[in-house]
């Protein structure tokens, strides 16, 4: 979970160190593995402060509207497993 505060805090400016962090899921695909933690928090877009190097932009979005970006290749290829992950882990995001 560390890892993944630091990661936040330096690319999206996101201090998440006094939120609560749940494993949402673990697992290897071929050569690398993968750790999705799920903090729960709701902060304004004009809060981040983007580490150019690895984000161009953010929004919240439904998800109606993800669904809608995914058709249309508007989403980062990595993010896609993370919705496919809900409906085995009796998760619902809204």
Known sequence: MEGAIREVKEELGLDLSDVKGELYFSGTCHVYH??????????????????????????????????????????????QHFWRQESRHNITLT
């Open 34 to 79: 993968s750790d999705y933690w799920l903090f729960h928090t709701n902060p304004a877009i004009g809060e981040l402060t983007f580490q150019k190097e690895e984000v161009i932009d953010a929004k919240w979005v439904d998800k109606t509207t993800y669904k809608h970006m995914l058709q249309h290749n508007e989403i980062v290829p990595t993010i």
